[in-house]
């Protein structure tokens, strides 16, 4: 059947073959990412996690054991459990776009994303002594409303300046 076909069909024909390949892949590799689970549990198995990809988080199971940390102790163990799931289901992202995209200035980009989230230091609280304190009036956690005034008036266009008939004119006049 291809001895039928002429020089630039043939290549035609085989560019086609390879885009739907390529295609075929890309599909299977969305389903993967889409079943792509990471499951951590802290050191002492009192918090665990399950994450999907784009680090949502699916699932969060505390033990009674977590329950002896004060609420700031729970926390941090929580947030640095869930960071591990993030840095493990952004490899397993990367492990499963590898074949479809090899390596590419995007598999670079995902990989400095891994790094980058994977070296991230959780914020120490106790360098900021605004976070544990409760808003009150000397807290920056506090929202000021902003201070009542007359409006700023809004610039006005200068080409609407000839025209009285503009329909946006009373929008841009003060």
Partial sequence: M????GPGERRLADYM??????QQRAEETQTR???????VSSPDRSVSVEMAPG???ERLSLTPQAMQYGPNQLAEL??????????AVAEQMQETLH???GDSSAMD??????????REEPEDPAADP?????PGPESPLRHEPPPAGPPTPRPRRADTDDDPDEPFDSVWRG
Avoid: S
């Fill in 55 to 57: 680090g949502r988080l």
């Fill in 33 to 39: 990412l889409k079943q792509l689970r990471a499951q």
């Fill in 2 to 5: 291809n001895g039928d076909l």
């Fill in 109 to 118: 980009f995902l990989r400095d994303q891994i790094t980058v989230a994977a």
């Fill in 78 to 87: 929580i947030t640095e459990t869930i960071r591990t799931a993030q840095t």
């Fill in 17 to 22: 073959r390879r885009v739907g390949e390529i």
């Fill in 99 to 101: 074949p479809l995209i």
């Fill in 130 to 134: 605004a976070a544990e304190a409760p």
